[in-house]
Every structure is written in C-alpha cells, then in structure tokens.
T-cell receptor, first 114, second 113 residues
Framework: EAQVTQNPRYLITVTGKKLTVTCSQN?????MSWYRQDPGLGLRQIYY???????DKGDVPEGYKVSRKEKRNFPLILESPSPNQTSLYFC?????????????FGQGTRLTVV | AQSVTQLDSHVSVSEGTPVLLRCNYS??????LFWYVQHPNKGLQLLLK??????LVKGINGFEAEFKKSETSFHLTKPSAHMSDAAEYFC???????????FGQGTTLQVKP
C-alpha cells in the first residue's frame, strides 16, 4: 500500500529543546516536502527535496532544517523550537516527473511548543 | 507566480442540498489543479485533479469540478451534500518547474441535518 508515515503524531515540547519529526515513504518518489498548516493560512511549504542530497527552502523555512540522505526518508529538524512553531505539520511525496501527479500526505504531526 | 484563492472560508449547507466551493487560480501557463479534502484529525486526501484532458473532472464521493479558463476558476460541486462531507477543502495548483503544491486558504464545509 502506498504510504507516507510520519512520527510522532502528537508532540508537546519546551522552548529550545531540539526535536526531529520523521517522514518515510514507500513509493520510491524523488520529490518530498514538508508543510505546516495554520488556521486561515492553508498549508505552507517549509522545505522540499527533489532527490537524495538535494534540498531547498520553501516559503517558511526559518527555524527548520531537513536532510535527505536516503530516498525514502526526509526528517524535519527543529534545532531550537519556539512557541510560534506550534502547528500541524505534514510530510508529502509525489512523482515529480508528472506535473499532475497526486501528492501523498502523511497523517500529520501536531506540535505544541510551550 | 502561481496562486489560488478560495473565495469562501466557510460554507454551510443542509444535508441533501447542493454544494459549491469556489476557487480561482492565477497561472502564466495551463495549470494542473487539484482539490484535496481533510477530515478532522486526518491527513489530506485527493478528491480530483485537472490535467487538461477534460474541463469537467469527476472525483470521488460524487464531487465534480469544472475548469473554466475564461473565468480562471475551478469550482468544486456536489449535487447533494451528505453529513460525511463535513470537512476542510483545499484548492491546489502545482508548479510545473519545482513540483511545489500551492494551497488555497481552505474552505470549511459544514453540513446541517
């Protein structure tokens, strides 16, 4: 079954404590990305990756890092989380060779930074 | 630059009545457009997509959307709402060069009994 798996689903942390949200896909997609969802703003792209070792900033990259050492994994790293990073996060992958290709999304990670 | 605008942040309908969720797009080339649905505490699911093969696109659960180039619109419709349709809906355009998906702000659909 085609799947994007994110972990954890829920996370409460304190300001400044480094955390990583994992994302894994089983469809051999080259393109992966991270989004955050905030009320009234839709989903905004944080970072994306077009292939292994190729990453680039999206619209809201400040305070985040990513890495792409293997095709299937694309972790999101918050080195020093702050309360304004409290949000719902989604990882997605798609076949970038087709402009109309469907994106597959993980179940989301609800992060609260206190 | 490409963008999408969802014209209503909240739509409320009665069960059994038609649904219309409005989306306008802006693109310098023929766009790839999508509608995604997000049920409470769930991920996003593809409803339908426009790929230039046909202007009227049929999706899952009885939803349809019509691409109108002259109006730069891609409105989502359903003839008869069901309680299970209550969710948030996103209109999305794909950037052909980067693969990036650009989301509208979302429309929350409420279905009243």
């Amino acid at each position: 079954e085609a799947q994007v798996t994110q972990n954890p689903r829920y996370l409460i942390t304190v300001t400044g404590k480094k955390l990583t949200v994992t994302c894994s896909q089983n469809m051999n997609h080259e393109y992966m990305s991270w989004y955050r969802q905030d009320p009234g703003l839709g989903l905004r792209q944080i970072y994306y990756s077009m292939n292994v070792e190729v990453t680039d900033k999206g619209d809201v990259p400040e305070g985040y890092k990513v890495s792409r050492k293997e095709k299937r994994n694309f972790p999101l790293i918050l080195e020093s989380p702050s309360p304004n990073q409290t949000s719902l996060y989604f990882c997605a992958s798609r076949d970038q060779q087709q402009e109309w290709a469907e994106a597959f999304f993980g179940q989301g990670t609800r992060l609260t930074v206190v | 630059a490409q963008s999408v605008t969802q014209l209503d942040s909240h739509v409320s309908v009665s069960e059994g009545t038609p649904v219309l969720l409005r989306c306008n797009y802006s693109s310098s080339y023929s766009p790839s457009l999508f509608w995604y649905v997000q049920h409470p505490n769930k991920g996003l699911q593809l409803l339908l997509k426009y790929t230039s093969a046909a202007t009227l696109v049929k999706g899952i659960n009885g939803f349809e959307a019509e691409f109108k180039k002259s109006e730069t619109s891609f409105h989502l419709t359903k003839p008869s709402a069901h309680m299970s349709d209550a969710a948030e809906y996103f209109c999305v355009v794909s950037d052909r060069y980067t693969g990036k998906l650009i989301f509208g702000q979302g429309t929350t659909l409420q279905v009243k009994p």
